[in-house]
């Protein structure tokens, strides 16, 4: 974590820290994560364990592993939109004004929010044509739309948190 999150002075110099968002919801998302990645590891050292010491491998590991990391990579982009936690590059940004910072900050917001949007309805009819033809894993025939539909849903989620959060500061910003 950088210095600048650790004191609770955002970028912009606002003062607002993001940590007052990341309440029940955002504790809940984290323990679903944490639990999924537990899972996966508690698979994959099952899975090991059996290969070498048993030659006998967990069958459907792989898919199941792939699984859970994607559920894990989802759930966990509602906990990141919450705690403002993304991962940023500001090449240009850090020489902008300070005034501009707010704005620019509420502009990508909302633009990186519409993306994930955007993102979310391309999955949902991709997890459609998926149904449509009844797509499952190959060992296990584990139906792979539920999945899609899942990972539309949480990164629809993501993004209007990923909007909204900035937009908010910046209105609250505006009137003061």
């Known amino acids: 974590m950088t210095k600048t999150i650790d004191t609770g002075v955002r970028e912009g110099g606002t003062g607002a820290s993001p940590a007052h968002h990341l309440t029940r919801s955002g504790i809940f998302l984290g323990s679903i994560g944490g639990v999924l990645l537990l899972a996966m590891m508690g698979l994959t050292v099952c899975d090991v364990i059996g290969r070498y010491l048993f030659n006998s491998p967990i069958k459907g590991a792989s898919e199941l592993t792939e699984i859970l990391l994607c559920?894990?990579?989802f759930v966990g982009l509602g906990a990141v939109?919450?705690?403002?936690?993304?991962?940023?590059?500001?090449l240009l940004t850090e020489k902008m004004p300070l005034a501009v910072q707010p704005l620019r900050q509420a502009v990508t917001g909302v633009l990186s929010g519409a993306i994930l949007v955007v993102i979310s309805w391309r999955l949902w009819i991709y997890a459609d044509q998926i149904g449509g033809y009844g797509g499952s894993t190959t060992n296990l025939s584990i139906p792979i739309a539920p999945l899609g539909y899942?990972?539309?849903?949480?990164?629809?989620?993501?993004?209007?948190?990923?909007?909204?959060?900035?937009?908010?500061r910046f209105i609250k910003r505006l009137k003061q």
Do not use: N, R
């Open 150 to 168: 899942f990972c539309a849903i949480c990164a629809f989620i993501g993004g209007v948190i990923t909007a909204f959060l900035p937009l908010e």
């Open 81 to 90: 939109s919450l705690a403002e936690d993304h991962v940023t590059v500001d």
């Open 71 to 73: 559920a894990v990579i």
